[in-house]
């Protein structure tokens, strides 16, 4: 066990709707990233968080967003859901910028 | 952008064989990982590599870093049906945000 908490482990929903995942950190990490798995993407960076502050961006959507709260929790917010947002989605935590990162369980989400 | 090739991206071997995962990168970087994940699940951390010539080993498995080369091995030896999986090398970018390789999906068998 990480110490990285995703949820859902699992998401069902339609095309054209809006899903929230959501993640908690280690205890005591600040930063939080998010990654996308897909069969024909691979595993691609999507946002990092830093202590409540947008601190990267990646390959991420206009119809996603995401946001880190002041307990440190992250949501990732994906809109107009179509077929091909189906993929797991990864939520990494580290203390900063420069230690290990720790990956969640992971949230499959299948768009049909 | 940093670009990180692995290969191969399929390994089929015998029980007791020896291989080799190769991991090329484009750019300079302090940091790489290797990741073991097993189908539908997350991603195992197995080493962090921080420095050229950094060799690190567990069991039957060895990683190795040349960061003249850009290049880092996960070397297999003996292999044994439970390392089945895939593995993923990536590459810490700006920010600590990582570049994954493709993945090398092993199958050992018996």
């Known amino acids: 066990d990480s110490g990285v908490t995703q949820t859902p482990k699992h998401l069902i929903t339609a095309t054209g709707q809006r899903v929230t995942l959501r993640c908690s950190p280690r205890s005591g990490d600040l930063s939080v990233y998010w990654y996308q798995q897909s069969l024909d993407q691979g595993l691609q960076f999507l946002i990092q968080?830093?202590?409540?502050?947008?601190?990267a961006k990646g390959n991420i959507l206009e119809r996603f967003s995401a946001q880190q709260f002041p307990d440190l929790h992250s949501e990732l917010n994906l809109s107009s859901l179509e077929l091909g947002d189906s993929a797991l989605y990864f939520c990494?935590?580290?203390?900063?910028?420069?230690?290990?990162?720790?990956f969640g369980q992971g949230t499959r989400l299948t768009v049909v | 952008e940093l670009k990180v090739e692995q290969n191969p991206l399929f390994l089929s071997m015998q029980e007791g064989k020896n291989y080799t995962i190769y991991c090329n990168y484009s750019?300079?970087?302090?940091?790489l990982y290797w990741y073991r994940q097993d189908p539908g699940k997350s991603l195992e951390s197995l080493f962090v590599l921080l420095s050229n010539g950094a060799v690190k080993q567990e069991g039957r498995l060895m990683a190795s870093l040349d960061t003249k080369a850009r290049l880092s091995t996960l070397h297999i030896t003996a292999a044994v049906h439970d390392l089945s999986a895939t593995y993923f090398c990536?590459?810490?970018?700006?920010?600590?945000?990582?570049?994954f390789g493709t993945g090398t999906s092993l199958t050992v068998i018996p």
């Open positions: 968080y830093y202590n409540g502050e947008e601190r």
């Open positions: 750019t300079t970087s302090d940091r």
């Open positions: 990536a590459v810490a970018g700006y920010g600590n945000q990582f570049y």
């Open positions: 990494a935590s580290s203390f900063d910028s420069n230690t290990e990162a720790f």
